[in-house]
């Protein structure tokens, strides 16, 4: 059974920081391209941020870029999302998504999720 669990949100002024985690279990997690996406209310989820299985290499969307960082650990099986100098245009709930890729086909899981609030 696939289970990727988030960890980390909560409610943080702005200037703060948080780290969220991805735990991860059910697949192969080093053959996994993980990502973090977030959606505000009312508005499309969107994409934050992206490691590859190896974890050299990395894409952020501009509006993160310099603030956040994505990092994984493929013993752990877990993925984590550094937030520094958070903004109130942060807050958002936060998705952990994995692409499994096993021999022709990919597969893709999200976890429930994890609030972001970032207010003073």
């Known amino acids: 059974q696939v289970q990727l669990v988030e960890s980390g949100g909560g409610l943080v002024q702005p200037g703060g920081s948080l780290r969220l985690s991805c735990a991860a279990s059910?697949?192969?997690?080093?053959?996994?391209?993980m990502s973090w996406y977030r959606q505000a209310p009312g508005k499309e989820r969107e994409l934050v941020a992206t490691?590859?299985?190896?974890?050299?290499?990395?894409y952020y969307t501009d509006s993160v870029k310099g603030r956040f960082t994505i990092s994984r650990d493929n013993a752990k099986n877990t993925v984590y999302l550094q937030m520094n100098s958070l903004k109130p245009e942060d807050t958002a709930v936060y998705y952990c998504r994995a692409v499994h890729y096993d021999v022709a086909k990919a597969d893709y899981y999200w976890g429930q999720g994890t609030q972001v609030t970032v207010s003073s």
């Open positions: 490691i590859i299985r190896t974890g050299d290499s990395f």
């Open positions: 059910g697949f192969t997690f080093s053959n996994a391209v």
